[in-house]
């Protein structure tokens, strides 16, 4: 069964998120389908797009079809002000946290469908091969166009859901009341990322005052 990944948001923003999906193409695409038909949706479903009542009839409809996730949290708890890990950085390694629960878990031959939205697509391979090698000589990992993927727009919804709660939007306190049932009914569970990558240290040569522009007079 393909597992589909995708993420919202980003630590200057208050958190990133990543969601895997589990849940059958075809299935897949009959949610999407009717989701489409009730909320007359056109375009590519996003979680950002979407209102309370919209994102709950989404989750109900996600049980409906079958579908499970994994939801992956890193989230700066210092409130740090100053330099942050790349942004990169964090990505790779919730996506590495995202797949080693799925292995632990007895995942057999997964098929990682990953977005690939977010980064230019010569890092995205990079990222793709290094999954790729976690998965040994059994599974897959690709990367798809999120507008031609009911998968991975339904991993974008719960992605950006639990972003809103972890950063505290205007629909925070919905968005939790939308979700918790099936929190308590295990179709989704929520990790979070122990440690953050420490920021990559900036070349002797661009600190202090260097690396500013020389102005000539």
């Known amino acids: 069964m393909p597992i589909y990944i995708d993420e919202s948001g980003g630590l200057p923003a208050g958190g990133m998120i990543m969601a895997g999906v589990e849940i059958e193409a075809d299935s897949a695409d009959q949610l999407l389908l009717?989701?489409?038909?009730?909320?007359?949706?056109s375009g590519e479903?996003?979680?950002?797009?979407?209102?309370?009542?919209?994102?709950?009839f989404f989750f109900e409809l996600f049980e409906r079809f079958g579908g499970r996730a994994r939801v992956c949290i890193a989230r700066d708890e210092r409130g740090l002000t100053g330099q942050r890990p790349e942004d990169l950085d964090v990505y790779v390694a919730l996506l590495d946290l995202l797949v080693d629960d799925w292995l632990a878990g007895g995942a057999e031959c997964p098929n990682f469908v990953i977005d690939q939205g977010r980064y230019d697509a010569l890092v995205l391979e990079e990222v793709r091969q290094d999954i790729a090698r976690l998965l040994a000589?059994?599974?897959?990992?690709?990367?798809?166009?999120?507008?031609?993927?009911?998968?991975?727009?339904?991993?974008?919804?719960?992605?950006?859901?639990?972003?809103?709660?972890?950063?505290?939007?205007?629909?925070?306190s919905r968005v939790e009341t939308i979700v918790e049932p099936f929190l308590r009914a295990d179709l989704i569970r929520v990790h979070h990322l122990a440690t953050l990558p420490p920021p990559k240290r900036k070349h002797p040569a661009l600190q202090g005052n260097?690396?500013?522009p020389v102005i000539l007079r």
């Open 45 to 56: 479903l996003k979680g950002s797009r979407i209102e309370p009542i919209e994102r709950a």
């Open 210 to 212: 260097a690396g500013r």
């Open 137 to 172: 000589h059994c599974g897959t990992a690709s990367l798809v166009d999120s507008r031609r993927s009911a998968g991975v727009q339904i991993a974008d919804v719960i992605a950006n859901s639990f972003y809103n709660v972890i950063v505290g939007s205007r629909q925070s």
């Open 34 to 41: 009717r989701f489409r038909a009730v909320t007359g949706l």
